[in-house]
């Protein structure tokens, strides 16, 4: 042995002793993650494993499925005339029109009992966007839950070919068309966590099946019976011969059954077509493509027959280290079992992918010649266990976290011990259980990725498991870490929520789809060299033209307009405004983003002004007004027939002295938000008044659970949007334009005052709730009062919650006649005309065109179908509001809109809110009388009122030299009568 291999065991016995030491103190840490990542012996069965919890109902569909396995209907479609259906019902366009929340009942005689695949035909007979729906009962009941809730496909097309182009050449998202059109489909649920058809038993004899109308308005046409479809797996009967190919432009989709799946443009070299200086629709937004049940279709035509393989150029960056799963459909059929659920796997840019085998054998389809059709469709099959289970999981938690609140009554601090077992609360064992489960989710989902250990897609689930997993030691300190447990933003149950959420979606781009037989014959990727090119081109372009800036050229002849919102509203307005207003008026529109509308004042100054601003905050309007800077509106010929399209108390913010200066543009509502399941559970009412609320708080409280009143998502000081509903709901008002001082004296502004501080002092509500919606998803608040936001996010963002909660009309106060007032604040954006504009008429016939009924709701519409449905337009035309299809579920927001009362802008306005937010601090905080609080508060308010009405000329040397008009809601009345 020479010396040099002599010195190689003993520094090899020194390295392993250093590594050793040194990963001591990480072993003992590391004990809960090698528990947690440890490789299970064999995939868990998730069907079985969400069949093995508690509580699944008796009427859960893979029950149900199960109870009728041996009594699967193999006979032939069995098709039944709708006319021989029903009787007294005249048919409509060859069947039964079934009006939105509407029913009808047809009687089908089954020869031979069964499940049976229940189908039929039908057409949309509206335009609604919201995706149309039924729910259908069998024989009186509903044989398994998703049966309440049934989607039926809608068919959106373009109705002209190529894409329309703005004023500066980039091509412009298309507004698609609901086709109404007569087609056939199957009993899907409208979660579509199915993806095949839902089997229903039907009895020997007679069956009833009632169809409500649940979404939209539907024509029904004949009735099928068929049985089950049994995929085949892929053969290679035969291989391509040729060198044909087809390349579809994913962007340019003939049919989608979802007016928000939509084209993109991406400067993106590896994509086709491109432009480094123009946005080019070129790809399938991937954010738009991701629900389940989402469908594109394709036309193409077969020249020479004969086997062909089928590619997609696509890009999957959300998910990262996991697939997403789509249905190929040819023809209206899926070849084979392996284009079922076929993976798209993660990748961050766009890559191909041909369809193959696990073993990774290409997939070949044989087609005629001839015209031919494919469709590619979100599925939800390969995860719909996974998001069974979680959510039954979440629901367990949140059972257990009120079943704590009972005993804990909400007091959890940190020096109170509570011993859970002496209540029957088996929480370890509990928790543990728990932690298996999510595990279990987690080691069958990442079968879809094997070669990753940790897939950051499913990390949600770990940090779940490990939470649980640490609280699991303490279990009886499980009511002090209620945060980590299940309230808390970064909790095990938000957690597990985040996840549910994330699994519901499944993004993809697409750019292109390849249907050849040579792969020769696909196109070659654009070179290193060019990509430079056209990198370096988009680079300089970037410092050129800015697209949709302000101009202020003062000679100009088009009408100037500014908008405080984002292009893609800019967008879809000015090309309204270039078809429809121009057609009407002649009048050409320039739309500019506004740089920044509190600068409106300095714009004026300097002559750079605009003839018109949209969309500006409605407290600005009153500071531009009095200033002289803005025009009246009540000049204009038919000033009346525009304000009556608004409530009268919207716009109040627009008026200055005896002028009209802003008409509303949006509206902000507020609502009293409840939680259905909860207060189902607990045996309460919905409160009409603030009276019932009280009366209700000992139940919620003695749960650990409480009311939010809007006033506590006001962090810090308190706008008039929280003090106005109680002051004006106990008849006080703000201003006494007699005496040219404060109102806040008054009995009545003392009792809304109280009542509002009184909330906290003595009722406990929480003074300060960061996340109302939070709060309202994990179950801690499950009734309060809200605004438009918060049914934006919970329409949108809260699928765990979907169907358990509703809105009811804010909770007032009754007046001495018994009528509840319900007065609140709701005005959100206005539009304003510039005084220095030398275009007021033909400004005037845009806002009016722009807020008109039509307009308004075309373009609600138009916003919603293109951009997404968390797009919801809320446009302060009552008409167009109605219209919108996402209120129609909620008239509770249109019978609080008309209580809508905004408070009168007054010179020194700013300060009576001010001091009205110290006065709540003073009481809640100090535990200062209200009426002493006031009393301070009113002497500050007309110090500074006094000086701005000195200031405005209004009072010379003490005197009133001219009267200061205070608008009221009667006074708007008038004006518009």
């Not at 005496?739 to 009542?755: A, R």
């Not at 009528?819 to 030398?838: M, N, Y």
């Amino acid at each position: 042995m020479t010396a040099k291999k002599s010195l190689r065991f003993p520094i090899r016995l020194l390295a392993s002793f250093v590594v050793f030491v040194l990963c001591i103190p990480l072993l003992a840490g590391l004990t809960n993650a090698a528990e947690l990542d440890s490789i299970r012996s064999e995939i868990p069965d998730l069907e079985k494993l969400y069949l093995s919890l508690p509580g699944i109902p008796e009427n859960d569909y893979y029950i149900y499925k199960r109870k009728y396995e041996d009594k699967k209907y193999k006979g032939e479609v069995i098709t039944y005339p709708i006319e021989k259906l029903v009787s007294g019902r005249q048919l409509e366009n060859g069947g039964i029109l079934i009006p939105y929340n509407e029913t009808v009942e047809l009687k089908l005689d089954v020869s031979q009992e069964g499940t049976y695949l229940i189908g039929f035909y039908y057409c949309t007979a509206d335009d609604n966007i919201l995706p149309s729906g039924i729910s259908m009962k069998v024989n009186g009941e509903y044989p398994f839950p998703e049966m309440q809730r049934l989607s039926v496909s809608d068919t959106w097309v373009v109705e002209r070919e190529g894409f329309q182009l703005d004023r500066y050449g980039n091509e412009v998202v298309p507004m698609p068309v609901k086709r109404h059109e007569w087609k056939h489909t199957y009993l899907y649920g409208e979660d579509r966590l199915y993806s095949t058809p839902m089997s229903v038993y039907l009895q020997e004899g007679t069956n009833t099946l009632t169809i409500t109308c649940t979404e939209g308005d539907l024509i029904i046409g004949d009735i099928t019976l068929s049985p089950e479809k049994q995929l085949d797996g892929y053969t290679a009967a035969g291989k391509p011969d040729g060198d044909n190919i087809i390349v579809i432009e994913a962007e340019h989709m003939d049919r989608r059954n979802s007016p928000n799946i939509r084209p993109d443009s991406i400067f993106d070299t590896n994509l086709t077509p491109y432009s480094s200086t123009k946005k080019i629709l070129n790809t399938v937004a991937d954010y738009s493509f991701k629900a389940g049940g989402n469908r594109i279709e394709y036309d193409f035509e077969i020249e020479e027959e004969g086997y062909y393989y089928i590619g997609f150029n696509y890009r999957q960056s959300t998910k990262a280290n996991f697939p997403v799963f789509r249905n190929i459909y040819i023809d209206g059929e899926i070849p084979y079992k392996e284009f079922q659920s076929m993976a798209f796997p993660y990748s961050t840019k766009y890559t191909r992918l041909v369809a193959a085998t696990e073993e990774g054998e290409k997939m070949a389809v044989y087609l005629d010649k001839g015209k031919h059709t494919i469709a590619i469709e979100v599925s939800l099959d390969n995860v719909r266990d996974a998001i069974k289970i979680l959510t039954r999981v979440v629901n367990e938690m949140n059972d257990m976290a009120l079943d704590i609140g009972k005993i804990t009554g909400g007091n959890t601090e940190k020096f109170r011990d509570f011993v859970l077992e002496d209540f029957d609360f088996d929480i370890e064992s509990k928790l543990n259980q728990w932690t298996e489960i999510i595990l279990d989710v987690y080691d069958a989902l990442a079968v879809y990725n094997p070669g990753v250990k940790n897939i950051g897609e499913l990390s949600s689930l770990k940090v779940a498991a490990r939470t649980l997993q640490q609280l699991a030691k303490e279990p009886n300190d499980l009511p002090k870490k209620l945060d980590a447990f299940s309230q808390g933003p970064s909790s095990a149950r938000q957690s597990l929520t985040t996840m549910i959420e994330l699994l519901n979606q499944s993004p993809l781009g697409l750019d292109k789809i390849f249907i050849f037989q040579d792969e020769h014959q696909l196109p070659k990727p654009i070179g290193f060299f060019e990509k430079i090119v056209e990198n370096v081109k988009r680079f300089f372009y970037s410092f050129k033209q800015q697209e949709y800036a302000p101009t202020y050229d003062a000679n100009s002849e088009n009408l100037q307009v500014w908008v405080s919102r984002p292009r893609q509203y800019l967008e879809i307005i000015q090309r309204m405004a270039d078809t429809d207003f121009k057609e009407k008026y002649g009048i050409n529109v320039d739309l500019s983003i506004m740089p920044d509308q509190n600068k409106l004042i300095l714009s004026n100054a300097s002559g750079k002004s605009p003839d018109i601003a949209m969309s500006i905050a409605s407290g600005i309007t009153y500071d531009l007004a009095v200033r002289g800077v803005l025009a009246d509106m009540r000049q204009f010929d038919n000033f009346k027939e525009v304000a009556r399209r608004f409530a009268p108390g919207m716009l109040i913010p627009g008026v200055s002295e005896n002028g009209l200066y802003a008409i509303p543009e949006t509206f902000n509502f507020w609502v009293l938000y409840y939680r259905k399941d909860i207060l189902d559970s607990m045996g309460l009412e919905v409160p009409d008044t603030m009276e019932e609320v009280r009366q209700m708080l000992p139940q919620l409280q003695r749960r650990g659970l409480n009311f939010n009143s809007h006033v506590s998502n006001f962090i810090g000081s308190k706008p008039f949007a929280a003090t106005i509903p109680f002051i004006y709901q106990n008849g006080g008002r703000l201003f006494d334009e007699d005496t040219m001082k404060s109102s806040l004296d008054s009995k009545e502004v003392l009792n809304g005052m109280t009542m509002l501080t009184e909330n906290y002092t003595i009722y406990n509500m929480p003074y300060e709730v960061q996340s109302f919606y939070q709060s309202f998803r994990d179950g801690r608040i499950p009734i309060g009062i809200s605004d438009y936001g918060m049914f934006n996010l919970l329409t949108n963002a809260a699928p765990e919650i979907k169907g358990l909660w509703d809105v009811a009309p804010y909770p007032g106060v009754k007046d001495e006649n018994g009528e509840v007032q319900r007065w609140t604040l709701g005005s959100a954006e206005s539009c304003v005309i510039f005084e220095s504009s030398d275009k007021k008429e033909e400004a005037w016939k845009f806002l009016d065109w722009w807020t008109s009924t039509e307009v308004q709701t075309e373009f609600a519409y138009t916003l919603q179908s293109t951009l997404g449905n968390e797009y919801l337009w809320n446009s302060s035309n009552l008409e167009a509001m109605k219209n919108t299809p996402w209120i129609r579920k909620h008239e509770a927001i249109l019978e609080q809109v008309q209580w809508t009362r905004e408070p009168p802008r007054i010179l020194g306005g700013y300060m009576i809110e001010r001091e009205l937010s110290n006065v709540i601090t003073s009481v809640v905080m100090e535990g200062e009388n209200v009426r002493s609080a006031m009393d301070e508060a009113i002497k500050r308010i007309n110090r500074e009122i006094n000086r701005k009405l000195e200031e405005f000329g209004y009072i010379v040397n003490g005197e009133v030299v001219k009267p200061f008009v205070v608008p009221d809601i009667d006074t708007v009345r008038e004006w518009v009568e």
